[in-house]
């Protein structure tokens, strides 16, 4: 099998496709990286950004460069001796636009006595016959019309069955968007009706949905996958199995989020997770612990209360267990009453729901993981000792791995954590939002040092080809916008008090949520002018209050609160008193932001595991949440930058990223271990630092303090011989005001090794 050593994530659209990309990848090999990491690449839903609405898996999407431009981008790569690792999406397919995609067409033409009636899954019986197509508006029937041998609804077209010009005689039905919440009849990705589930655990959908990756590896053109949303599959284990056995045991990540104290199962045909759980370390252990008290208390200030983290994220997950997902949650009980009929169907619904409330991690695995679901149960019995009955009906159901409701709640859990909790609970709770990140858990907020090697050298023991990676097409902020919220930790009070000048200046209706969008402000305000920024504020500013829904919706906006929350955004740009505030806030955390990015860079491609670096994030990378984090990057800038023959503020974060990089790959003897160095003096908290067997990382933390006191005598506790810095040349000295006197950070190397 052939790993990579790091790769680099490039997100494949039609004004970026895959013969662009080719063009770009000497570029990137002069960055040091060794593998090319490529968004989803088979034929999508038409306009599709990201790719992850594939309509038909036999073909590389012809926007994207179709399968020359893959061909032209692996030839480039193999010159250059590069790998290709390729994102895929096995849980679902885009049927927005239904004559896109033939198999869905086909359905809707036959019925169950489709073909392709199999690759969905759909409860016919709940429809009455027929599958529910939630696409209608609110009083707009009449839009509906019989158009020759089509149903066409506005620009949707819909295929009319054999013999009959009726649209009430068809094998589905058109209904109101509103059904989708309760009546929806099959199976989709969360609460996206345009993104149908396919069935890949049955072998003739899995063999006809992986055509084309299948060529991949029989052509040598891939070398690897990340394996989109595993937890939406009936079996994943069983999955990664099929999947190894089409690929020749090719290296596979999975997108798979742990909650902590969670591991991934030994037993899955994987090499690792996509890094969400090195994100969350480096974060934390950067943050200083000392800020929790106070920023607690401001959180509980602006919310009129103390916020209990648990406790909002069961009343958000259970919203969603009985709004956008109810439907899933009333298949399941339709499931468990074709088992019996023990307690009545509403007792069942509700206690569903409730266990899909109290569930901690995103899923279980039965037998694996049944601890999970048992706590699930205690919590629920707490939270709802009316239901006691049912869930005795229940417990021996769910608990048997192989019963048809267990298996569905498994691949539904995941989708309640995912929508309750990071599309939801993560835009409410604001104390400090750099921890309210994918696969983090912000009631954790920091990890000291020592746990830290731990994890590392746990790491290094059970999962050294996992993925590492600071930034994705998925993070809620760019890992710089995180690395200078971070700095508020250190300045507690300094953000308290700015923070109520700015609501002050520009009132909101909830103080809490301006506390999240002004640290959005702050950190994504750039170095040097944007002339996107303040669209790129708005957009984001949406966004949050919309998916926190607790004062506006995408489908009930509230346009006074909205209004109000798009004026204060404004006033960063035309308000001259929070400007000043702004910018006097800027100036204590840029600093401090920026010692932390480097920081967090160092540590992310030289610990434990294989470096991702996001498109464009080895300069400062400011993005918000999606879509801004897809937008153009200057690859052209970067190359001059990365040559010399340009300057950027952020040249420094290059070329640590570069020397990093390079070393990784052409010195891998120098990272094979994982042990801790230490450091003794008065500012030794100051200080991460580690052995990989050869280099070492030395990286400050918690550098507001450090500008305080300085390093005084603290000196590293470096090991015996002569020692250099790759990042400047020079020989390193333990003592640390002299070792970090250039950079924050350091990259060592014997010098006879």
Known sequence: MRVPVSTYRLQITESFNLVEAAGRLSYLHDLGVDWVYLSPLLAAEPGSTHGYDVATFDHVDPARGGAEGLATLVAEARRLGMGVLVDIVPNHVGVATPDEDAWWWDVLQHGRESEHAHAFDIDWAAGDGKLLLPVVGDGDEDAIEVVGDELRYHDLRFPLAPDTS????????????????????????????????????????????????????DEGLVDGLRVDHPDGLRDPERYLEDLAALTGGAYVLVEKILEPGETLSADWATQGTTGYDALGHIDRVLTDPTGQEPLDALETRLRGGPVDWAEMIHGTKREVADGILHSEVRRITREVRRMTTAAPFTSVEDAIAELLACFPVYRSYLPEGLEHLEHAFDLAREHRPDLAATYDVLHPILTDGWSPPARRFQQTSGMVMAKGVEDCAFYRYSRLTSLNEVGGDPSVFAVSVDDFHAAMAERQRDWPLAMTTLSTHDTKRGEDVRARITALAELPDAWAAALDELLALAPL??????????????????????????????????KAMREAGDRTTWTEPDEAYESAVHAAVDTAFDDADVRRVLDGLIARVDDAGRSNALAAKLVAITMPGVPDVYQGSELWEQSLVDPDNRRFVDFDHRAAVLAGTAEDDAATKLQVTREALTLRRDRPELFTTYAPVGASGPAAGHVLAFDRGGA?????????????????????????????????????????????????VALLIREDA
Request: proline fraction near 7%; hydrophobic fraction near 40%.
């Open 509 to 542: 209706p909830d103080a809490g949520f301006g506390s999240l969008l002004w640290q959005a402000i702050l950190g994504a305000w750039p170095v040097s002018p944007d002339p996107d920024l303040r669209d790129r504020l708005h957009g984001y500013a949406e």
């Open 696 to 744: 070492i990382t030395v990286a400050t933390r918690l550098p507001v303090g450090l500008a305080t006191t300085g390093w005084a005598d603290t000196t590293l506790d470096l090991p015996a011989g002569t020692w250099r810095d790759v990042l400047t040349g020079s020989v390193a000295s333990p003592v640390l005001a002299d070792l970090l006197d250039t950079h924050p």
């Open 166 to 217: 009726t649209h009430e005689e068809q094998h589905y039905r058109l209904v109101n968007w509103h059904e989708a919440d309760d009546n929806l009849n099959y199976r989709r990705f969360f609460a996206v009706n345009s993104l149908a589930a396919v069935r890949v655990e049955d072998p003739e959908v899995f063999a006809e949905t992986h055509i084309e990756i299948r060529r991949w590896f």
